[in-house]
């Protein structure tokens, strides 16, 4: 079992710059594919960023491809996205997600969510 605890959110203007960080609990987290999705009110959710077990391999989509950094700190635990360059449409809830698998799936754990919110 892996809980997933998001924190770093907020309110920035457009072209600003925030950091979400996800907190994992459970042995598990050095194993598993981490990944940032957001979702936006009326909009399906989407994976913007994933990182593979060691880091080595991520994956980004393409609307932020170039502006969002995905890592992560298996000695804390921890996986982090660095968002720059922001953009109002960027606006949504972001949750951090877990699991085994290849980096364009779902993983099964899931954060409660961080909303940001830039404004124009």
């Known amino acids: 079992q892996v809980q997933l605890v998001e924190s770093g959110g907020g309110l920035v203007q457009a072209g600003g710059s925030l950091t979400l960080s996800c907190a994992a609990s459970?042995?598990?987290?050095?194993?598993?594919?981490m990944r940032w999705f957001r979702q936006a009110p009326r909009k399906e959710r989407e994976c913007v960023a994933a990182?593979?077990?060691?880091?080595?391999?991520?994956h980004y989509a393409d609307s932020v491809k170039g502006r969002f950094s995905i890592s992560r700190d298996n000695t804390k635990n921890t996986v982090d996205l660095q968002m720059n360059s922001l953009k109002p449409e960027d606006t949504a809830v972001y949750y951090c997600?877990?699991?085994?698998?290849?980096?364009?799936?779902?993983?099964?754990?899931w954060g409660q969510g961080t909303q940001v919110t830039v404004s124009s």
């Open positions: 997600n877990s699991g085994p698998g290849l980096l364009g799936g779902t993983g099964p754990y």
């Open positions: 459970g042995r598990a987290f050095s194993s598993y594919v």
């Open positions: 990182i593979s077990w060691s880091g080595g391999m991520t």
